[in-house]
Nanobody, 121 residues
């Protein structure tokens, strides 16, 4: 069994910050490729930030570059997303994702339950 458990969502005003966390339980080999995705009402799910366990620079959606930072603590099997300068367009359900083979793909095999982020103007 594999579980991805997210936390850290909430409601903030524009300009504020939040940090999301995602802990992997079970077969941790799935952490080879991990990322954060989001889905706003009426929109498709999109990749926000992705990272590989083998090193290298993370990848970010253009809309969040310079504002969001993805990082991971391998000792804790936890992925983080630091979100700064939030704006109402960032409002969405945020999902943690992990896959041993697919990088930053909507076809990622393992997903968390989602955590809601709401930004008010």
């Amino acid at each position: 069994q594999v579980y991805l458990v997210e936390s850290g969502g909430g409601s903030v005003q524009a300009g504020g910050s939040l940090r999301l966390s995602c802990t992997v339980y079970g077969y941790t080999y799935i952490k080879r490729y991990m990322g954060w995705f989001r889905q706003a009402p009426g929109k498709d799910r999109e990749a926000v930030a992705c990272i590989g366990s083998g090193g290298g620079d993370p990848d970010y959606a253009d809309s969040v570059k310079g504002r969001f930072t993805v990082s991971q603590d391998n000792a804790k099997n936890t992925l983080y997303l630091q979100m700064n300068s939030l704006n109402p367009e960032d409002t969405a359900m945020y999902y943690c994702a992990a896959d041993p083979y697919n990088y930053c793909s909507i076809n990622t095999e393992y997903w968390g339950q989602g955590t809601q982020v709401t930004v008010s103007s």
